[in-house]
């Protein structure tokens, strides 16, 4: 595996910011999209599972117009919010469990989103991705979103050598700089989505070329 000295990663983020600003004038992330605002952000993380960003930016924006606040999302009825996020993938799950996570905020949060990792587990459709987002861009408490992209970016890389999302997880609050736990998933995202794609990544090019070792790539552009 390449050895990541704190030089190396530094430089890593550095060409990551990069690319990022280079491609914010054709692209948003549905991250990006939310506010900061944690029960925004967890509106739009809940509607994302198996989701394209650009269904979940407006699905969400089309929620959050109707409830603004946990209240107003526990009174909507499931089949007002099945209508706002349609055509979100699994939407009738989704309104259901939406529904009770504004239930579950406005009864026994005061109706706010807890600042707690156990307390944002409990909530329906909610995991450690999830949970995760919310305490780092919501409540700037440093923590590592793993998704599918950081997932498969960091073993691409080298970073860790990991087989699940909790274990990369784990893996990268070993590897990484805790000023960069939060930033990691914003810049891996749209690495990913743009440049380092799950089958025939376009390393061409890639502003990574000298730092990757292409770990498991078998195919590319």
């Given amino acids: 595996m390449t050895r990541w000295t704190k030089a190396?990663?530094?430089?890593l983020e550095r060409r990551l910011e990069g690319f990022r600003e280079a491609c914010r004038a054709t692209t948003l992330t549905a991250v990006e999209h939310a506010t900061r605002s944690p029960y925004a952000l967890l509106v739009s993380c809940v509607i994302s599972?198996?989701?394209?960003?650009e269904v979940t930016a407006v699905a969400s924006d089309r929620?959050?117009?109707?409830?603004?606040?946990?209240?107003?999302?526990?009174r909507l009825p499931e089949k007002t919010i099945a209508k706002a996020i349609y055509p979100a993938g699994f939407y009738n799950t989704k309104a259901r469990q939406l529904r009770r996570i504004g239930r579950i905020l406005e009864q026994s949060h005061g109706g706010a989103v807890p600042v707690d990792e156990a307390a944002l587990l409990a909530l329906p459709g909610v995991g450690r991705k999830t949970a995760n987002l919310v305490l780092g861009?919501?409540?700037?408490?440093?923590?590592?979103?793993?998704d599918t992209h950081v997932h498969r970016i960091s073993n691409r890389l080298g970073l860790v050598e990991t087989s699940s999302p909790h274990a990369t997880e784990l893996a990268l609050q070993g590897v990484l700089s805790r000023s960069l736990w939060i930033p990691i998933n914003?810049?891996?995202?749209?690495?990913g989505q743009n440049r380092c794609h799950p089958v025939s990544p376009r390393c061409t090019g890639c502003p990574l070329d000298d730092l990757c070792p292409r770990l498991g790539v078998s195919r590319c552009r």
């Fill in 49 to 53: 599972l198996r989701t394209k960003d």
């Fill in 186 to 191: 914003d810049l891996l995202v749209t690495f």
């Fill in 137 to 146: 861009l919501g409540f700037a408490i440093p923590a590592i979103c793993v």
């Fill in 63 to 74: 929620l959050l117009e109707l409830a603004p606040t946990p209240g107003r999302l526990a």
């Fill in 8 to 11: 190396r990663i530094r430089e």
